[in-house]
């Protein structure tokens, strides 16, 4: 199997199944046909579960021996990993604050199988992230961190035996459709939430606090599952939207109408950062970062705008500068991960919050990138179909024809005024070199002259006057020439005794 | 770090330049706002919390973008949305036109929806009676015809700013427990069957 996996340098004989069978194989299929691959992707499958199983037993083993621990503090422990004592000493710290809960969790941590052979294959994923490549090690510590969120709690226990075993059993529903899937994780979301209201008797903001938790640790692990699932078109309208995106290149701040000035460095750098953090979101597994990510560009936004317009934003101008942003990040995934927000986030929050607000502002957004059209932009249509095609650009006005109007002349004026701009540095450069090499020439003449100055002096007075003329010349000109040549000239030194040389005494 | 909760989704709807965004500046901030002194990052959300009786309901108000090129993601913006306030401008009749078509859209797609509207810049017409463009005993009939609130207010004097919300948050109030269990409408037993008791062989 791993042999097969290197199989990324491609070359004629490998183009056939790798099998023999007399079929052609695939990259994607690690070089196999279809069928050889289903039957060895299923022995892989096979051996993925078992790995897991695996997994879940020694994380089992280590919560187990973490607890004893607790019981026998002072018993070494020359089994243990290193890992499992750091749990330890945490479980110790929990210890001291948690007495009711006990062995509440202790033999509870199992990994659901996962699909396919994902962490060994990156290549069959059609779009590999980074997050994406490691779930498994996500996934424990997504539930580590659920269980030490969940252990002060009184239902904590059983909240998580829901939970682990409800996201174990939409492993099983893979081949449901993405809506019904969706369905049974909100129904869970509304079920679980309305049991800690009535039957644990939590407090709203409490409910919402652990439905949070159970959102990031579910979604964690079922990330792989259920975004962008095989089920849907999600991938087909991720390119459709990029495609969109790319071909409307052309589309400038004027027709959107979007009140920021990106001259000003400060809203540049506002910009550059809502683009960073809608792109970001593609990164996120939890529906509720994802979101984040989406705030957190919108902020970025309305503080572009405050400063451009010096006034509070509207959602008059957020939109258009949101629909910019969109269109000029690009962002990975959009569809899919629009999609898997919409299906899959707490639903209290998406209606009603302020990251639902956002939220909805990006599908509009991409509705509009959709949808638009040359009456959108001002522009006539032929227009539009002459931008589409490439045929003509607004940065170009003469070859669009005499129609051009504002917005292409707006940035062709920008590129002109850019030109002008190097022109004029570009002379000013030359100006700069003129002089210094003025300069140089300059100083030469001056320390010619200033030599000169000095000979003549040195000739026209006797050697008695020589040293205040040679201190006064020395003075304003501390040129080494005319140092040297007082130096040279200095009669006084051979009425000075030899040097001493040293000499070797016998004692 | 995490945001306010919200129980109950207001939009703002209104053609633009209406007043739709200083009318939740006064009612948040108190104040009408001019020229460039602002201190607020955006008004496009709000979350605010409202005593209603000994409850507080805490609306979270959407703006929204009025600019027709956006008419058609508007049903994007009220989808779920418990009460919208349609705004108009008193001194240009087209802006009303706009509320009617914004009123027919909420009535097609959004029943739980609330109407409420409000005829903005009153302030306007107190000081010259001419510039009145909308009549307030037509827009009385229209709103009893389809069963809205109708309110004439100004952000700029303050005049029946917080009646307006105030009302939205008792409507609210009152309505809410007849919605809570129709939301979904969701199959309550089904549901039990499937997840919760039906998962214990995993154990």
Redesign the interface.
Known sequence: MMSQRRGIHLDQSELLCKKGCGFYGNTGWQGLCSKCWREENQREKQKQIQEDWALAERLQREEEEAYASRHQKTQSQPAVTPFSKFEERKTKEKSSKVNTVTKFFSPSIKTPPKKDAAPFDPHSSPSPSSSASRPSVDSDHATREFIDFLKPLKSGREVFKQCRAFTESMVYKREMGADELSECVQDFYQNLSERLQTQFKGSSDQVETVMDEVEKYMMTRLYKEVFCPETTDDEKKDLAIQKRIRALHWVTIEMLCVPVDEEIPEVSDSVVKAITDVIEMDSKRVPKAKLGCITRCSKHIFNAIKVSKKEAASADDFLPTLIYIVLKANPPRLQSNIQYITRFCNPSRLMTGEDGYYFTNLCCAVAFIEKLDGQSLNLTSEEFELYMSGQASPHWPQSAGASSSSPGSAALTQVHKGLDLLTGLGERQERVMEKARQLESDLIDWTDEVEQKVQSVLESFTPEAQNPAAATAGGTAPAPSGASAIDSDNVENELLPPPLQPQVFAG | M????????VV?LGK??VG??SLV?RYVHHRF?V??Y?N??????V?KPIQVGDKVITL?I??????E??E??SR??Y??ARAAIVCYDLTDSSSFERARFWVKELQNCEEHCKIYLCGTKSDLILGDKNLRQIDYHDTQDFAEEIGAQHFETSSKTGNNVDELFQKVAEDYNNAAFQYMTEE?G?DLGL??D???YS??H??
């Open positions: 995490s945001a306010m909760r919200v129980d109950a989704k703002m633009e330049s739709k965004t500046e706002l020229g460039p602002q607020t990052i955006g008004a496009a959300f979350a979270g959407w703006d929204t973008a009025g600019s090129r956006y058609a993601m994007i913006y989808r779920g979904k969701v549901k039990k499937s997840y919760f998962c214990c995993n154990n």
